[in-house]
């Protein structure tokens, strides 16, 4: 099965650094933070207006609201059609119009509004990460930030029916998450209403922002979505793979399954093969490891008992922040935890319409990110946790993947 702690078994031992780093920087965020703190009573004020007005509102706030910035809108990089952008939006924008937003400051290659290469080959979007107090960078060792290029998620199913937000689950609600979009990606002069970021969210739980009727049910308290059976003999062999069961024999029975289970394939079942609580959401697949695009840095992590570890990676996503190598402080109390290179287990409903796949977009289709999982689900560990996905399976769940609507 999966190896799920990469770089050497050093980090791979269960331990529990619950950070008081971590806790410190949550006690901090909440009390700098204007918008957590007042949020409660916003609510209250804003239902004064009529629903309908809101929600027309929260529309028009996300679909054009420029707040006085660069021009764009949240739906700049989050389209109607599918919640995100692919690199083939991006070359069909630019042809349309050379000085589309989407190419500005972060949608540029180097941040500063020069070249649009990265965005027409790959659809990232430059992030710039605060460094925790025990991570410095090795090649910039005064830096106290970080940029990062990551895919844009998709905004159907995820506001409704997730409670983490951003690949590296850093925002604590879709409000706050709306306010720093907006001063980040929008580079935003005005002043933001808060009763207009409540408003956003709420637009975002809306009819239009799920991939299925079925979804969006789920969402307004219907029954959870069902894993369909498939019709093909190819999408029946398939389904194995996604349900609940235990890893035995080929361990093909399940083997998507530890991580992508729920009601929205989106977390650990109790079957996977390490002491990881059902439900946790951050894993490797190994993505920032294999490091396709050859963006390695060295990030350099103080432990906890004052040594060093230096990791060279893209991306250490969850490790931003949680400040550690190993654990998660915020992950249910999980003893064991890798928190280097893991990012949030993405739902998996309507992922037929959203490639490129993985934080980087470094996948371009199904079919390359199953080959992916072929190496990973390889990984060395003892035979009884390989498993082996033959041309055939490869192609089952392929098809078993577009039936997820
Ligand atoms: C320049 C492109 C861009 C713009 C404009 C933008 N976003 Fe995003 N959005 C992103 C990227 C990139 C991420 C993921 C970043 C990360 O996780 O580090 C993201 C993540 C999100 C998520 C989390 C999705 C998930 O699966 O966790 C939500 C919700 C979201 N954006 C809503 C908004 C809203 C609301 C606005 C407008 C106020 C907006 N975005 C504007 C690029 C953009
Ligand atoms: C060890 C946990 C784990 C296992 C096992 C696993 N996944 Fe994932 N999956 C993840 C994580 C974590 C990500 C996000 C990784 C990243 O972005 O770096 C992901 C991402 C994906 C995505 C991309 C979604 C998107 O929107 O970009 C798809 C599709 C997917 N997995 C399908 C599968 C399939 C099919 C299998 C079985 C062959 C599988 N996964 C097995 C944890 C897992």
Redo the contacts with the bound molecule.
């Keep these: 099965m999966p190896r799920i702690c990469k770089l050497s078994t050093r980090h791979c031992r269960g331990r529990n650094l619950a950070g008081a780093a971590f806790i410190l920087a949550l006690i901090l965020s909440a009390a700098t933070s204007p918008l957590s703190a007042q949020s409660g009573s916003l609510e209250a004020s804003d239902t004064a207006d009529s629903g309908d007005r809101r929600a027309k509102d929260g529309e028009r706030l996300?679909t054009t609201e420029t707040f006085g910035g660069n021009g764009?809108?949240?739906q700049?990089?989050?389209s109607a059609q599918t919640g995100t952008i692919s690199p083939q939006d991006a070359r069909e924008r630019l042809s349309k119009d050379y000085r589309d937003s989407l190419f500005l400051f972060?949608?540029s290659d180097d941040g500063k509004g020069n070249g649009f290469s990265r965005m027409l080959d790959e659809a990232t979007?430059l992030?710039e990460i605060p460094l925790p107090p025990t991570v410095r960078m090795g090649d910039d060792p005064k830096a106290r930030s970080v940029v990062l290029a990551?895919?844009?998620?998709t905004?159907l199913n995820?506001?409704a029916l997730?409670t983490v937000?951003?690949?590296?689950g850093r925002e604590p609600d879709?409000p706050t998450?709306?306010l720093h979009?907006?001063e980040r990606?929008?580079q935003a002069t005005r002043r933001i209403p808060q009763p207009h970021l409540l408003r956003?969210a709420e637009f975002?739980k809306s009819d239009e922002f799920f991939s299925s009727p079925t979804l969006r049910r789920y969402a307004q308290g219907g029954s959870a979505p069902a894993l369909p059976f498939g019709r093909t003999i190819s999408e029946i062999r398939g389904r194995r793979f996604f349900i609940d069961a235990p890893l035995t024999g080929d361990n093909k029975t399940g083997a998507c399954a530890v991580c992508h289970s729920g009601p929205m394939l989106n977390q650990t079942n109790q079957f996977l093969p390490l002491p990881v609580p059902a439900g946790t959401r951050f894993q490797t697949v190994n993505v920032s490891e294999r490091d396709v695009r050859n963006r390695k840095r060295p990030f350099i992590f103080t432990n906890a008992d004052g040594t060093e570890t230096t990791v060279w990676t893209p991306d250490p996503g969850r490790a931003l922040i949680t400040g550690v190598i190993d654990g998660d402080p915020n992950a249910d109390g999980a003893p064991f935890f890798t928190s280097l290179n893991s990012f949030?287990i993405p739902t998996l409903w309507g992922v037929k319409n959203t490639a490129p796949y993985f934080h980087d977009n470094s996948v371009m289709s199904l079919e390359e990110l199953v080959d992916h999982y072929a190496e990973f689900l390889l990984a060395p560990l003892p035979p009884p946790f390989t498993t082996i996905l033959t041309k055939q399976d490869k192609a089952d769940i392929v098809a078993y993947l577009k039936l997820l609507n």
Excluded: S
């Design positions: 996300f764009r809108t949240c700049t990089c989050h972060d949608g979007i992030i990551r895919g844009v998620p905004t995820t506001p997730d937000f951003m690949l590296d879709l998450q709306a979009a907006i990606h929008a956003i975002e949030k």
